[in-house]
């Protein structure tokens, strides 16, 4: 975490206070409110918040209700203070979620429903394609394997799929990597050094906050946030602080389809955020890895990719084929200039010469001759399993909360009293694995959430929220009887 500490303004807190609980004491009820905004992540850690003074005056509340609430705050862990330096917020300790919640279910675990991964199945068209690579290959065979960017005719079809989505793009733009993880820490090593800050959305996809983490950068957490008429996109004005306070090395977003949450966000914000970004001097790395997973809207009201509106080469872009064909074949890649793919090419001969010659020839194979087919059954598969939890949820959880989004592999769930890293830890106990909302923030932010993923089969919906409600009747249990430690104080 960045000792940078956005300051809130006293009115800005008091807008985002929920709902304050009149059967409580002024104190403890306001520091409920605060807890419950820094739990569920639209409060990121590390903000500083208002002096006493102010905050009682805009609150129209004494200044020793508001000391006494943020003395309650420090004592549960949900504020630091120092003097001369003001008070900001945090999250307990030992709110850290199991380490392997996001790692697939060993063969052996075959008893085991793996809720923990978003990630589809293989397509019905693989075979075909495999079976065309391995007549390829014998083109391949007589030299040394090695292709640092990729081979020619992967990095043609993926930059042709650039152009079609309205990115011009060339070959010589775009690296093959294996997979987008390696991509991503390319990315990484090449442009932080350790201690750099980091703007990233909260929240975000769970490895790669580990992997930044990793590579000793100091995150900086922008929550998302809705608009009026319940749709996820980015929250401007806190962007723009962040980027102008912060002045982050790099903005780490997710614009399409976002994981965990689905967002999709419009050309405007992308705009808006490159201008703010423009005026930071702050690069920005785009996860479009989720890019053709708009099972919920039309072709023709997507937006243009992020680097199509950058007019100053500040943007870096990710993508993958493990999301829309298959994770198995390891395949990602970066967009970049082509002054910077050769830079990281010549980087990644440190522990990687190049991806696998077979794989890259059978994801050119799928991307060139078979994405319609493979996006139209993916998104129908996608579609019916996100209907089914719809319907289904508020049949076994009537108190969570969750928004539709237009696409993406995961559906994202408020669990208001349920604290999904107990959730988790009882579901190893009960044969289901769940990925916390924890995974997804910073510093433990988004206790009270939940990832579902939408590639389980629609058919097994109602069977797996049968396992989630076992789990959290157990979890409930431990709770309230004090055996897990991790909740006993909560």
Not at 179 to 195: K, P, V
Not at 344 to 364: I, K, M, N, S
Not at 441 to 452: I, K, M, S, T, Y
Request: charged fraction near 20%; include cysteine.
């Amino acid at each position: 975490m960045s000792e940078w500490h956005s300051t809130l303004s006293p009115h800005a807190l008091a807008r985002q206070l929920p709902a304050a609980d009149g059967r409580r004491p002024a104190y403890r009820a306001l520091a409920s409110q605060v807890s419950r905004l820094v739990a569920d992540g639209r409060l990121p850690v590390g903000t500083r918040l208002p002096a006493e003074r102010e905050l009682a005056a805009a609150l129209n509340l004494s200044r020793t209700t508001v000391a006494a609430a943020y003395e309650a705050l420090r004592s549960d862990g949900y504020l630091r203070s120092r003097r001369g330096a003001g008070s900001w917020t945090a999250l307990p300790e030992g709110t850290a979620p199991p380490a392997d919640a996001l790692h697939p279910v060993s063969p052996e675990q075959g008893a085991v429903l793996d809720l923990g991964l978003a990630a589809p199945t293989a397509p019905a068209q693989l075979a075909e394609a495999a079976a065309h690579a391995v007549a390829q290959l014998p083109a391949y065979t007589g030299g040394h394997g090695n292709y640092p960017t990729g081979l020619p005719v992967l990095r043609e079809a993926v930059a042709r799929r650039y152009t079609e989505r309205g990115l011009p793009t060339g070959p010589e733009q775009v690296l093959v990597t294996t997979g987008a993880m390696s991509a991503l820490h390319l990315a990484h090593q090449a442009l932080l050094s350790r201690g750099d800050r980091v703007a990233v959305e909260a929240p975000s996809y769970a490895n790669t906050l580990r992997a930044l983490d990793r590579a000793g950068a100091r995150l900086v957490p922008v929550p998302l946030a809705e608009d009026a008429a319940g749709r996820t996109g980015w929250d401007l004005a806190q962007w723009q602080r962040v980027l102008r306070g912060a002045a982050p090395r790099l903005a780490s977003v997710i614009p399409d389809f976002q994981n965990p949450t689905g967002a999709l966000v419009d050309e405007d914000q992308r705009r808006a955020l490159l201008a703010h970004a423009r005026a930071a001097g702050t690069t920005v790395l785009a996860d479009e890895t989720c890019a053709e997973l708009g099972w919920g809207v039309a072709d023709a009201d997507l937006p243009r990719p992020l680097a199509a509106l950058d007019r100053d080469a500040q943007v870096i872009t990710v993508g993958s084929a493990g999301k829309i064909l298959w994770p198995g074949l390891r395949i990602g890649w970066l967009r970049a200039q082509p002054s910077l793919v050769r830079k990281l090419a010549a980087d990644r001969a440190l522990y990687d010469l190049g991806t696998p010659v077979l794989d890259q020839l059978v994801a050119a194979r799928l991307l060139t001759d078979h994405l319609p087919a493979v996006r139209a059954e993916r998104h129908a598969a996608l579609r019916a399993t996100a209907e089914a939890f719809a319907r289904e949820l508020p049949r076994h959880f009537p108190g969570w909360r969750s928004t539709p989004p237009p696409g993406g592999l995961a559906l994202w769930a408020a669990t208001p009293g349920l604290p999904t890293t107990a959730l988790a830890r009882a579901g190893e106990r009960t044969g289901v694995r769940i990925a916390s909302g924890a995974r997804f923030g910073v510093d433990g932010a988004f206790e009270e959430h939940l990832r579902l993923p939408l590639t389980l089969p629609a058919a097994h919906v109602p069977d797996a929220l049968r396992r989630i409600a076992g789990a959290a009747a157990l979890a409930r249990t431990e709770r309230l009887s004090g055996d897990d430690p991790a909740t006993a104080a909560l």
